[in-house]
């Protein structure tokens, strides 16, 4: 397990952009994977984007475009870059983080069932994201 803190939601109208950061530990490790979830009231998780020790990068159908995945070069906080955000977008934004010889590519990080990061992984404490239209 690696500590993650997240920061960076709020509010904000439709249109508008949001930088969501989370400091992680988990480089420490030579293969890791570093993710992005969401959560919105009565609905299913789901996963954002990720990337992971190659340098890919996977992204949700409904954000390609419009949000950038990216890591500093010390590899210890992930971006989530949101661009022309939309009322849609509006949920509880998760960190989620893996290291070590089993942690997945960022195509499967996106993939994980609920739970898998709290149970295998790390696992972030939230931050809300509101987009008003």
């Known amino acids: 397990k690696v500590q993650l803190v997240e920061s960076g939601g709020g509010s904000v109208q439709a249109g508008g952009s949001l930088r969501l950061s989370c400091a992680t530990s988990?480089?420490?490790?030579?293969?890791?994977?570093m993710a992005w979830f969401r959560q919105a009231p009565g609905k299913e998780r789901e996963g954002v984007a990720a990337?992971?020790?190659?340098?890919?990068?996977s992204y949700a159908d409904s954000v390609k475009g419009r949000f950038i995945i990216s890591q500093d070069s010390a590899r210890t906080t992930v971006y989530l870059q949101m661009n022309s955000l939309k009322p849609e977008d509006t949920a509880m934004y998760y960190c989620?983080?893996?290291?070590?010889?089993?942690?997945?590519?960022?195509?499967?990080?996106?993939?994980?069932?609920?739970?898998?990061?709290?149970?295998?992984?790390?696992w972030g404490q939230g931050t809300q994201v509101t987009v008003s239209s």
């Open positions: 989620a983080a893996d290291g070590g010889f089993r942690a997945p590519t960022a195509d499967q990080a996106l993939g994980a069932p609920p739970g898998w990061f709290e149970e295998f992984g790390s």
């Open positions: 988990v480089a420490t490790y030579p293969t890791y994977v």
């Open positions: 990337i992971d020790s190659d340098g890919s990068t």
